[in-house]
């Protein structure tokens, strides 16, 4: 059985489109860049490249991120140190506004770092409650928890682990903002197999052939677009 705890709202096709041929632009920018050689681009090389980034690191890593190439990027809140701290200049860096398309058409949403939960399975419940909650809500487990499931939506858990030092301001006004824009508490399909899946799924078939000059970004923004809303229908009719 299927429990959610989120309400859907209607899908703006529009903005989806928008968002996607911007993801497309991006990611297709960025792997032609960190592969500038002779060798054509084909599917093989790509799902490489695109594999080599996913092992090595991510868009912080990159020499076009770290010299100051890129305007800016759409990350988790938690990352927001880790992109500052990369810079070689950071002077100018600051938490932007959330991507706003209009209406209800929001370009974000958030989704949980890391869950602690009780399955059916657990042989001993009551105890592990006890614990749970003893890491993430009593002073002295959430001081020594710090922030490594992330930042603590606990207020209590959050205020043990401020007063530890263990909490980067920076972050803290970058999730302050996300909870005071995204209409989601999370998208269900955001990391689905049929989409994220390297080299079969959605996202990387339609990014090679982008790369390959087979689609226009307009294009790949569309293909993407449909494989998304089709994931979405079927989630809304599971």
Known sequence: MTYRAWNLKPLDRAALRELAQAIAEQATEELEYNAQDDEPWSEQKYAATLAAQQTNGTLDQTPMWQNGQYAGTFAWDADAETYRSALKNASGFLVGDEIAFGGQANGGFSKVYLALAINSSCQHPKEAAILVNFLLNEDM??????????????????????????????????????????????????????????????????????????????????????????????????
């Open 141 to 238: 487990g959430a001081s020594i928890m710090g922030t490594a499931c992330g930042l603590p939506d606990s207020v209590t858990g959050r205020t043990a682990a401020t007063a530890a030092g263990l909490v980067n301001p920076l972050v803290v006004e970058a999730n302050n903002r996300m909870m005071a824009f995204v209409d989601f508490p999370l998208d269900p399909t955001f990391e689905s197999p049929a989409l994220a899946d390297v080299p079969d799924g959605l996202y990387a078939a339609v990014l090679t052939a982008c790369s390959n000059g087979e689609l226009t970004t307009t294009q790949a923004a569309e293909q993407l677009a449909e494989g998304i809303t089709a994931m979405l229908d079927r989630t809304v009719a599971e």
